[in-house]
């Protein structure tokens, strides 16, 4: 006689680490806004004061889930040149924010990081004062770095499209408003008005959209050749 199965699998043992990670994917599916020790309980099915245990307030709940963004992005190999190094963290931390994009401005906001923060950051420095960078063009090419990753996932996260075709999608609708704009105010028309955005607007991005791998790549390129030509001419 076959044994019934039980109503119910055995729950997992609460702790800080489950926490967090429910805590991120509440974040990652309704936004940062939408995450509350409340809710947390609820999806943890536990009592509020329970999770004070692990975190003692949201504060350092955040902190924690900002931990574990950290951990997701691939630190710089050190078998490759320098630049090919810096593209593979450039992109896995871009990858990690698209996964993550309440994080988004919140990565450098804690004034005493974790561990995991300080992972990232030493072995990004550790790469470019190994390939040859003096400290004072390390710390610049950190930033502009930073800068253009960050600003990258920023630009992501607010525009109102995820790929080429909502892009397409939205200067369509968009060109759709301007020609009934200029009928309704009958006047000129505003493509007449507006000659180059309505170039890249109607005349490219309705047709192909916008690729934001392909513009990423385009500008870390232009950053990294940038760099290494800074770092060529400093040895000389």
């Given at each position: 006689?076959?044994?019934p199965?039980?109503?119910t699998?055995?729950?997992?043992p609460?702790?800080?680490?489950?926490?967090i990670r429910?805590?991120?994917?509440?974040?990652?599916?309704?936004?940062l806004?939408?995450?509350t020790?409340r809710?947390?309980?609820?999806e943890?099915?536990?009592?509020?004061?329970?999770?004070?245990y692990?975190?003692?307030?949201?504060d350092?709940?955040?902190e924690?889930?900002?931990e574990?963004?950290?951990?997701?992005?691939?630190?710089?190999?050190?078998?490759?040149?320098?630049?090919?190094?810096?593209?593979?963290?450039?992109?896995s931390?871009?990858e990690?924010?698209?996964?993550?994009?309440?994080?988004?401005?919140?990565?450098?906001?804690?004034?005493?990081?974790?561990?995991?923060s300080?992972?990232?950051?030493?072995?990004?420095?550790?790469?470019?004062?190994?390939?040859g960078?003096?400290?004072?063009?390390?710390?610049q090419?950190y930033s502009?770095?930073?800068?253009y990753?960050y600003?990258?996932?920023?630009?992501?996260?607010?525009?109102?499209?995820?790929?080429?075709a909502?892009?397409?999608?939205?200067?369509?609708?968009?060109?759709?408003?301007?020609?009934?704009?200029?009928?309704?105010?009958?006047?000129?028309?505003?493509?007449?008005?507006?000659?180059?955005?309505?170039?890249?607007v109607?005349?490219?991005?309705t047709?192909?959209?916008?690729?934001f791998?392909?513009?990423?790549?385009y500008?870390?390129?232009l950053?990294?050749?940038?760099?290494?030509k800074?770092?060529v001419?400093a040895?000389?």
């Amino acid at each position: 006689m076959e044994r019934p199965e039980p109503a119910t699998r055995a729950r997992e043992p609460l702790s800080k680490e489950r926490v967090i990670r429910t805590a991120v994917q509440l974040a990652d599916r309704g936004g940062l806004e939408a995450l509350t020790m409340r809710k947390l309980a609820d999806e943890l099915g536990v009592g509020v004061m329970s999770l004070y245990y692990y975190v003692p307030n949201k504060d350092e709940l955040i902190e924690g889930m900002v931990e574990l963004v950290f951990s997701e992005i691939q630190l710089p190999p050190n078998d490759v040149v320098w630049k090919t190094a810096m593209r593979q963290r450039a992109i896995s931390t871009r990858e990690a924010l698209n996964r993550h994009r309440w994080a988004v401005g919140l990565m450098e906001s804690n004034p005493l990081p974790g561990p995991q923060s300080f992972r990232v950051h030493n072995a990004v420095i550790g790469c470019l004062r190994e390939a040859g960078f003096s400290i004072e063009l390390t710390i610049q090419a950190y930033s502009v770095l930073d800068a253009y990753i960050y600003g990258f996932a920023l630009q992501e996260k607010t525009v109102p499209f995820d790929d080429a075709a909502g892009a397409a999608a939205v200067a369509t609708e968009q060109v759709r408003e301007f020609a009934a704009d200029a009928e309704q105010q009958q006047s000129a028309a505003l493509v007449d008005e507006f000659p180059y955005l309505a170039e890249v607007v109607a005349g490219h991005v309705t047709k192909v959209g916008h690729d934001f791998e392909e513009s990423f790549d385009y500008g870390l390129d232009l950053i990294l050749d940038a760099l290494e030509k800074r770092r060529v001419a400093a040895s000389a």
